[in-house]
Nanobody, 123 residues
Framework: VQLQASGGGLVQAGDSLRLSCAAS????????MGWFRQTPGEEREFVAA????????TYADSLKGRFAISRDNSSNTMYLQMNSLKPEDTAGYYC?????????????????WGQGTLVTVSS
């Protein structure tokens, strides 16, 4: 499986941004997928996860209400809609695919990773 994240950029506080993660290779629609983020010197942090068919989602508590994860299995693409962005949301955002049927929130449960896309939120 190859994952390609895109959509990052420089935005102002309060703006919205939508990230995409295109999957190729093994059928991604059979597996849970998720988003993580990471800043320099910090561990990768869970953001959100979505089930194989998109019927179940879970979020980091601090991001509920501002971020929304979705997927379009017809195009093998997952999305992360980020609203009301804050400077503390600045990070590299990574998409990942898990071979687990659950919605894992730890990095060790994800088998495949994208290269990351940088989001910078200015104040």
């Amino acid at each position: 499986v190859q994952l390609q994240a895109s959509g990052g950029g420089l935005v102002q506080a309060g703006d919205s941004l939508r990230l995409s993660c295109a999957a190729s290779g093994r059928t991604s629609s059979s597996y849970s997928m998720g988003w993580f983020r990471q800043t320099p010197g910090e561990e990768r942090e869970f953001v959100a996860a979505i089930s194989a068919r998109g019927s179940r989602t879970t979020y980091a508590d601090s991001l509920k209400g501002r971020f929304a994860i979705s997927r379009d299995n017809s195009s093998n693409t997952m999305y992360l809609q980020m609203n009301s962005l804050k400077p503390e949301d600045t990070a590299g955002y990574y998409c990942a695919l898990s071979l687990s049927g659950n919605l894992p929130q730890i990095t060790d449960r994800y088998r495949y990773w994208g290269q990351g896309t940088l989001v910078t939120v200015s104040s």
